[in-house]
């Protein structure tokens, strides 16, 4: 069974700052992954499909990368409606998130 | 624009039922698939299973074998979720989502409590 894990748990940026967050699977996914910003009260949104595709009415300060086992999720020039909890999730078999990462105002 | 819209919360007892609604609109509604998710309070994301709007074919996670049921009514464009024999650790937000894979709608979510 596949395991995903995101990495750093939280972290804490400044606005503007470039900010790359980590997400790992056990076993190749090839490129079937996805990211989602989630704030607090509110349902996630797609960023990212296919490790590297924007989704609709997504902002190019967002990009993702990857392909197999590791992937980023990049964001250039941190916005402050940009600070929430971003989770990577795998499709290659049944859906799977990961733990998510949170990213906070320093 | 595409939207969906979930049911009110839901306070429930262990051991009872809950049946969540998802209403679509926006798109042809069985051009694609519902997926749920639910979020336990402070945790994180756990798919549940999905559902083809289309033909009505369903798969669960294998957490929920034997208690989750999703069904769909084309006529009115809505899906729906029903979790049985319900516990403590099933308290969390349900949302819906279009999408088998990745999930590009989500609805606002709907709180189920369970406790006696």
């Known amino acids: 069974e596949i395991v995903m894990t995101q990495s750093p748990a939280s972290l804490s940026v400044s606005p503007g700052e470039r900010v790359t967050l980590s997400c790992r699977a056990s076993?190749?996914?090839?490129?079937?992954l996805a990211w989602y910003q989630q704030k607090p009260g509110q349902a996630p949104r797609l960023l990212i499909y296919g490790a590297s595709t924007r989704a609709t009415g997504i902002p190019a300060r967002f990009s993702g990368s990857g392909s197999g086992t590791e992937f980023a999720l990049t964001i250039t020039s941190l916005q402050s409606e940009d600070f929430a909890v971003y989770y990577c999730q795998q499709y290659n078999n049944r859906p799977l998130f990961g733990p998510g990462t949170k990213v906070h105002i320093k | 624009q595409v939207q969906l819209v979930q049911s009110g919360g839901e306070v429930q007892k262990p051991g009872a039922s809950v049946k969540v609604s998802c209403k679509a609109s926006?798109?042809?509604?069985?051009?694609?698939?519902i997926t749920w998710v639910r979020q336990a309070p402070g945790q994180g994301l756990e798919w549940m299973g999905w559902i083809s709007a289309y033909n009505g074919v369903t798969k669960y996670a294998q957490n929920f074998q034997g208690r989750l049921t999703m069904t769909t009514d084309t006529s009115t464009s809505t899906a729906y979720m029903e979790l049985m024999s319900l516990r403590s650790d099933d308290t969390a937000v349900y949302y819906c989502?279009?999408?088998?894979?990745?999930?590009?709608?989500w609805g606002q979510g709907t709180m189920v409590t369970v406790s006696s």
């Open positions: 989502s279009r999408g088998v894979d990745y999930f590009d709608m």
């Open positions: 076993q190749s996914v090839s490129n079937n």
């Open positions: 926006g798109y042809k509604f069985t051009s694609y698939y």
